[in-house]
């Protein structure tokens, strides 16, 4: 996994990256104060996700599995049919991207998990999405 820093706007966001087989994804994660009430347990982060096809081989992401773990370690898995109701096909240096997020009930946590791909020649695949730290500004990032 690569990490880097990308500076957008005075914010210092790390970039989480992972490469399985052809397939890169890349995430960019922000904190939303706005969205969250931390005075009711609540904590909510964006997450910008982008798949990029660096192969010869067209592949489709048929669906995804999340394993989120807050600050006290409780784990949830979420699994389903592709992202934001689509399931999207790639072909040769092609990326998708998509926005999502995450509330959790700790001011901080992890996320981690794996795209199920499928390529044209019907062999299935899970591409790794790189473990990120869901932190609040300024805070210590760490993974638990």
Request: hydrophobic share 40%; aromatic share 8%.
């Amino acid at each position: 996994m690569a990490v880097r820093r990308l500076s957008r706007r005075g914010k210092d966001s790390p970039i989480y990256e992972m490469r399985t087989r052809d397939i890169l994804v890349r995430i960019i994660v922000s904190y939303l104060p706005d969205e969250s009430r931390p005075e009711e347990g609540r904590w909510v982060w964006a997450y910008m996700a982008e798949i990029e096809n660096h192969g010869s081989e067209t592949v489709q992401l048929v669906s995804r599995h999340w394993i989120i773990t807050d600050a006290a370690n409780v784990v949830e898995e979420v699994k389903g049919e592709g992202v934001v109701g689509e399931q999207p096909t790639l072909l040769a240096r092609e990326a998708f991207r998509y926005t999502s997020g995450c509330a959790l009930s700790t001011a901080s946590g992890t996320m981690r998990g794996t795209f199920q791909m499928l390529t044209e020649g019907g062999v299935a695949f899970e591409a790794e999405i790189p473990e990120f730290s869901l932190h609040l500004p300024g805070a210590q990032r760490k993974m638990n």
